[in-house]
């Protein structure tokens, strides 16, 4: 048996409750925006103390949203081993609803079919722009954060923060700094350490080029550190 979002005869948290009852998804049509699905599922889950599963493209924003509510981004799954009762928002694709209800993870939740994986974050992009505004773009491009704590918009195909290419140990290093090449190097240093149980781990940045915007050469340094730099 499953639920369908229907208000004319129970409110969403009753709808909830019994759908909890009976281990079972309230199925969600297109449209059905704007409702309050999802302050009544949070609100079910903080009473509950029960996770929340979300698509991972709004897993931030939810946690701004609701911070005394446990929400867990879907990946891959793995998150959420070992755990059950977990409840869902829509934006999960329907093949991953079912497959972690038949591994008894799921609870209950709201659910929308959807053909594919990337319908379902295309739906997940356009939920975040309609409930909270912003920005949408479909086909990629950015993720709209809205206006909710005054977030601006993420791109999807964000650059890496740092790479260094080197094709040979005597060879001038290609490097990168947020997508932008360096040029004129003088000097890279990279440095990245674990942590432990007794250290905190550490990375340190320092890119030192020549800056000649003017024919007149003057040098530049870029340098980031986080931890504990430690030299043995």
């Not at 497959?99 to 594919?116: A, I, Q, S």
């Not at 379902?120 to 505004?133: L, M, S």
């Amino acid at each position: 048996m499953s639920f369908e979002l229907n208000l004319a005869h129970m409110s969403i948290s009753d709808l909830l409750e019994k759908a909890a009852e009976k281990n079972e998804f309230i199925f969600v049509r297109q449209g059905q925006r704007r409702l309050g699905k999802t302050t009544a599922l949070m609100e079910f889950a903080r009473e509950n103390g029960y996770p929340v599963l979300v698509n991972k493209a709004i897993v931030k924003i939810f946690h701004r949203k609701y911070p005394d509510v446990n929400i867990i981004g879907y990946v891959d799954g793995s998150e959420v081993d070992g755990l059950y009762n977990v409840v869902c928002d829509e934006g999960l694709p329907v093949d991953v609803v079912k497959r972690l209800h038949k591994l008894g993870v799921l609870l209950t939740g709201f659910v929308r079919e959807e053909p594919d994986s990337l319908s379902a974050i295309r739906e997940a992009v356009n939920y975040v722009g309609y409930k909270y505004g912003g920005t949408v773009l479909l086909e990629g491009g950015s993720i709209p954060k809205g206006d909710l704590n005054n977030l601006e918009a993420e791109p999807l195909n964000k650059s890496p923060l740092l790479q260094i290419e080197l094709e040979d140990i005597d060879s001038v290093p290609r490097v990168f700094y947020k997508g932008e090449k360096i040029t004129n190097r003088i000097a890279i240093d990279f440095e990245w350490r674990t942590g432990g149980a007794d250290k905190v781990g550490s990375t340190y940045i320092r890119i030192k080029h020549g800056n000649d915007p003017d024919k007149a050469l003057a040098v530049e340094t870029k340098e980031l550190a986080v931890g504990e730099r430690a030299y043995e």
